[in-house]
C-alpha cells in the first residue's frame, strides 16, 4: 500500500533504518524499537506531512504500535478532513 | 567509642553500655568539614565526602526508620538533585556509569538514602536518556508540549531543587506493571486517578510523584500503563506511613492512597499508555539504576572487615587474626566476590552509557543487578562469621549493612527473574515484548 511504504520511509529516516523494507516491517512494534520522544517526532513529522492532527487520546498503543496501524490512523484522519 | 566522638557518631546512651563491642567496630569517623558543593575536584570525590558525612547520621536514621532529611538537605546544597540533568540544561550530566560509581560512593555511606536518591534520578534519567537536543526540531502544539514538560522538569531540579519520588508497585501485586489496579481516567483538563500504590520511597517526603496507573480502557492484548506527576499537596493523594522494615529503613517506603485524584493534562509524563513498552525495551533504569548501592553495601562490609581485623589477635593468644590461613581464605574470597561483581556492574554501566536499551546493554544489566543482589548479603553474612558476635551489635555498622543488604534480590528485577531474562536472550528468545516480560 502506497501510504504504508511512504510511513516506512518517513519511519525509517526517523530511526535511521535506510532499508525500511528490509529492517522495518509494517507489523513491527514500533513502541518495542524506539522511545517515547521519537514516537512524537515520527507522529510530527506525519502530521506535517499529511496536513492532519490527531487527538491526544488517539496518540496511544492501538494506533502507534506499526507503521500499519499508523497508516490506518491517517487515512481515517484525511478521510475526515473537509 | 568515646564520648568526644558521641557528637560525630550519634550512637547515644545505648553504645556506651556496649563500650567494649562499639570499640571493636569500624564505626566511620564524620568530619563534618566544610560544607560539601558542587566545586569539589570531582563527582566521585564530592560523593565520597557526603558519604562518609551520611555515615555518621546512619545508624540514628536506620534505627528510627525515619527519612534522613539532614542528607537530602545535603545532596540539595551540592545541587546533585540534577546529577543526571544534562550540562546544557544546568545539571551536572552525569553518564550512567558514573551516575552508578557515585550511587556506589554514597551507599558506602548510607545505603538507604542512597536507594531512596536513586528513585528521584530514575525520573531524571528516563527523560534524558532520550535525545533532547532533537525536541527542538519539533514544531507545533505538540512539540511544544514536550519542550514545556521538559522544560519544567528541568527547572523543578536544577533551580527549585526539587524532589521526586516514584510509585509503581502495589499492594498484592508487586512491581509487576502489567498486574496494577491503580485506574486513571480522562477528564475535562487533565486526568483523575484511583488506587492504592506501596513501596513510595520518600512517600510524603518528595515534592512530587510519578505514579503509575493504568488507563481506564484497553489497548488491545497490552495494558496502557501510564506516569503522570503528582504534587506532594494534590489533596487527592494520602501517604500512610507504615514502612518498618527490615532493611532500607529509612527510604520511607510509605504506602500512597489516590483517591480521586486529579492531575493536570501536562503532567502526563511524556506519551501515554506506553510505559510497559518502555520497561521492555531499556531496562536500565528500573532493574539496574540501584546496582550501584548493593555494590556499595559489598564495599562498605570488605572495607569494616579489613579494619576489623587489622591490629586483632587470636583469643587468648598474641597471634595476629591476618596471620590466619583461614582468615586469609576467606577475605580472598570476599574481595575475589566483590571485584568480579564491581567489574560486571562497571561494565554493565559503561554500556548503557554508549547504547542505552541495546540488547547488550539490557542483558548485561541483569547479569550485574543478579550478581551484585546476590553478593551484597553474601559477603554481609560471611563478614559477620568471620568478625564474630560483637558484630551482631546494633551498634555495629555490619549489622545494618546485612539487613540493607538482603533487600537487593527482592527489587524488580528479582535475581530469579535476572536469570531468566539472560537465559531467554542468549537462547534467542523474545525479551522486547511486554508480553515476554517480567513485568
Known amino acids: 500500500m502506497q501510504l504504508e511504504r511512504e510511513l516506512c520511509e518517513i519511519i525509517g529516516r526517523q530511526i535511521g533504518n535506510a532499508a525500511c523494507d528490509d529492517t522495518l516491517k509494517v507489523d513491527d512494534n514500533l513502541l518495542e524499537l524506539v522511545d517515547s520522544i521519537e514516537i512524537i517526532r515520527i507522529v510530527s513529522s506525519i502530521e506535517k506531512k499529511y496536513g492532519v492532527e490527531f487527538a491526544d487520546h488517539e496518540l496511544n498503543p492501538e494506533n502507534l504500535g506499526s507503521v500499519r496501524q499508523l497508516a490506518d490512523l491517517v487515512s481515517r484522519y484525511r478521510t475526515m478532513k473537509p | 567509642m568515646d564520648r568526644a566522638n558521641s557528637a560525630q557518631s550519634p550512637i547515644g546512651e545505648d553504645a556506651h553500655s556496649h563500650d567494649a563491642q562499639a570499640r571493636l567496630c569500624a564505626e566511620a569517623k564524620v568530619d563534618p568539614g566544610p560544607a560539601v558543593h558542587r566545586e569539589s575536584p ?92 532533537r525536541l527542538e526540531e519539533l514544531e507545533g502544539r505538540r512539540g511544544q508540549a514536550i519542550k514545556q514538560f521538559r522544560d519544567w522538569l528541568f527547572h523543578e531540579v536544577v533551580a527549585e531543587g526539587r524532589l521526586f519520588a516514584t510509585a509503581a508497585s502495589e499492594p498484592g501485586v508487586g512491581f509487576r506493571l502489567s498486574k496494577i489496579k491503580t ?109 550501584g548501592v548493593y555494590l556499595g553495601i559489598a564495599s562498605a562490609v570488605f572495607a569494616f572487615v579489613k579494619e576489623y581485623l587489622s591490629g586483632r589477635t587470636k583469643a587468648g593468644t598474641h597471634s595476629p587474626l591476618v596471620e590466619d590461613d583461614l582468615v586469609q581464605y576467606r577475605v580472598g574470597k570476599m574481595w575475589t566476590a566483590l571485584e568480579a561483581a564491581r567489574a560486571v556492574t562497571y561494565d554493565a554501566a559503561q554500556r548503557v552509557a554508549e547504547a542505552p536499551g541495546s540488547s547488550e546493554a539490557n542483558i548485561s544489566i541483569h547479569r550485574a543487578k543478579y550478581m551484585v543482589s546476590e553478593l551484597a548479603p553474601w559477603i554481609a553474612s560471611e563478614a559477620i562469621a568471620l568478625c564474630g558476635g560483637s558484630t551482631m551489635f546494633k551498634a555495629c555498622p555490619l549489622e545494618r549493612y546485612y539487613r540493607d543488604a538482603r533487600c537487593g534480590g527482592v527489587m524488580p528485577a528479582r535475581s530469579e527473574d535476572c536469570l531468566t531474562y539472560v537465559g531467554k536472550a542468549l537462547l534467542g528468545l523474545d525479551v522486547m515484548s511486554p508480553q515476554s516480560s517480567y513485568w
Request: aromatic share 12%; proline share 2%; charged share 25%.
Open chain 2, 42 to 133: 570531582d563527582l566521585l570525590t564530592l560523593c565520597r565526602d557526603l558519604g562518609s558525612r551520611f555515615a555518621g547520621r546512619a545508624f540514628e536514621y536506620d534505627r528510627a526508620g525515619i527519612f534522613p532529611v539532614k542528607n537530602f538537605e545535603d545532596l540539595r546544597r551540592a545541587q546533585l538533585y540534577a546529577i543526571l540533568v544534562p550540562k546544557e540544561y544546568g545539571g551536572l550530566g552525569a553518564d550512567f556509569l558514573t551516575y552508578t560509581k557515585a550511587l556506589e560512593q554514597l551507599a558506602i555511606g548510607d545505603a538507604a538514602t542512597a536507594l531512596a536518591f536513586n528513585m528521584h534520578n530514575i525520573v531524571i534519567g528516563s527523560l534524558t536518556d532520550s535525545r533532547l537536543d
Open chain 2, 183 to 291: 485506574i486513571y481516567k480522562r477528564v475535562e483538563g487533565g486526568f483523575v486517578i484511583n488506587g492504592v500504590k506501596s513501596f513510595v520511597s520518600m512517600g510524603g517526603h518528595a515534592d512530587y510523584c510519578i505514579v503509575a496507573a493504568r488507563c481506564d480502557r484497553d489497548f488491545g492484548d497490552i495494558p496502557g500503563i501510564s506516569y503522570l506527576v503528582i504534587e506532594r499537596e494534590n489533596p487527592g493523594v494520602r501517604i500512610v506511613e507504615d514502612w518498618d522494615t527490615l532493611g532500607m529503613r529509612s527510604t520511607c517506603s510509605n504506602t500512597m492512597y489516590l483517591e480521586d485524584c486529579f492531575v493536570p493534562a501536562d503532567r502526563l509524563y511524556l506519551l501515554e499508555a506506553v510505559a510497559l513498552y518502555k520497561c521492555t525495551r531499556e531496562t536500565h533504569w528500573l532493574v539496574g539504576s540501584y546496582n
